[in-house]
């Protein structure tokens, strides 16, 4: 064994030991709310379908359509000859949308906010971090060569504290707009406050959120009615809701140009192939119209919290599809999920690091897709398994 390969298998031997190995899952159907993984059909509870439009036969044609039009590829970057006309329609449908001047596509979530954060920032600016966002959050901001800190999750006297602390011309607050693996949101209109106060600008990221919260699925924005000169940088994904691929900013026409000029993995990279926003014209045509998902998803919620309770699971405060069952042995989680797993159920064990050490979890995450039985079906095993 070369000295590369057992540097690296100490560290994987390290992992298992830890009982942290992770392992991939060969899923043999769509997404849905059931899944064939080894010739097992399992309930599933794990993915960020939101929505139900993974497999929608509407977005599928549309997305048929789009090779016919345009073929696989687009073939290059945006600003060489990638960005189509599929493209630039998405890209005004997302703003008016989210109700903003201008919207930018990205080819990732990741790449949206490592691109967005170092284009607003650098040396000497400062960039304040809720501690539990998402991990492309954290790395753009690391990554953006600023002062970077976390403030204590969803703590407004902590920010306060951070901001006065600070003399840099530019700070920028960032924050998930649900959290992933708690399911809370975020308190926006009092951050939005802090950061007005301050001077400073505020980012927020609702992948959690857009097309789920909303009175027409437009996030959490729109669910606590801000303007955009509350919330001036908003960034959305297209790979849960909306059940295709992809990322986007929305906000005002300097942001969006500066994203153009400056946002490294927005220059650098292959555009989306142009078949991809064509099916998710159509799958937002679907969010904005079929408000029935939202309401039946609601639905779903209260009744698996309300059934929860009565079996004693240890939920966390979540209104939203994402309903963590905390069990805080993170040993014990794995164990649960595959005894689960027996029992035709498929969830997510969370372990470190993707969660604070001791705080393993089971990430439930429902979708318009399930019924009010599968639901029912999920509790009792849950219940049978001992979560």
Not at 225 to 240: A, D, F, H, R, W
Not at 255 to 280: K, M, N
Not at 299 to 311: E, M, N, P, S
Not at 337 to 366: D, F, H, N, W, Y
């Amino acid at each position: 064994m070369s000295s590369l390969d057992a540097t690296l298998q100490a560290g994987l031997d390290e992992r298992h030991q830890q009982h942290l190995y992770r392992q991939r899952v060969n899923v043999a159907s769509g997404c849905g709310s059931a899944l064939e993984v080894n010739g097992q059909s399992l309930l599933n509870f794990c993915s960020n379908d939101y929505l139900g439009l993974a497999g929608h036969p509407d977005i599928a044609a549309a997305l048929k359509a789009g090779v016919d039009n345009y073929g696989t590829g687009s073939g290059a970057s945006h600003l060489i000859s990638g960005h189509s006309v599929a493209h630039q329609q998405l890209e005004e449908q997302l703003a008016e949308f989210t109700g903003r001047p201008r919207a930018l596509l990205f080819s990732a979530g990741y790449m949206a906010n490592l691109g967005l954060i170092n284009a607003l920032v650098g040396r000497h600016d400062l960039v304040l971090q809720d501690q539990l966002n998402h991990a492309s959050l954290l790395d753009g901001g690391r990554l953006s060569r600023a002062d970077f800190k976390r403030y204590k999750h969803s703590s407004l006297s902590n920010l306060q504290t951070q901001l006065e602390q600070s003399s840099a011309s530019r700070k920028l607050v960032v924050t998930d707009g649900v959290f992933s693996m708690d399911g809370d949101v975020a308190p926006l209109p009092e951050i939005s406050a802090l950061a007005a106060e301050h001077n400073a600008w505020l980012m927020v990221d609702d992948a959690h959120g857009v097309g789920v919260l909303g009175a027409t699925g437009a996030g959490i924005v729109e669910q606590q009615n801000l303007s955009i000169e509350q919330v001036p940088i908003l960034m959305g994904t297209l790979g849960k809701s909306f059940g295709t691929f992809g990322a986007f900013v929305a906000g005002s026409e300097a942001l969006i140009e500066t994203l153009i000029q400056f946002a490294r993995s927005y220059i650098y990279t292959t555009a989306l192939p142009p078949s991809i926003a064509c099916a998710t014209s159509a799958s937002l045509k679907i969010v904005r119209e079929e408000q029935w998902r939202r309401d039946h998803l609601n639905l779903l919620v209260k009744r698996f919290r309300a059934g929860g309770q009565q079996i004693g699971l240890q939920l966390m405060a979540s209104d939203t599809p994402i309903q963590p069952v905390l069990i805080n042995d993170d040993l014990r989680v794995s164990e649960i999920s595959q005894q689960l797993r027996e029992k035709g159920v498929m969830v997510g064990a969370i372990r470190p690091p993707t969660v604070p050490k001791g705080s393993g979890r089971l990430r439930i995450c429902l979708s318009a897709a399930h019924s009010e039985q599968q639901v029912d079906q999920l509790l009792e095993a849950l219940e049978s398994v001992g979560a």
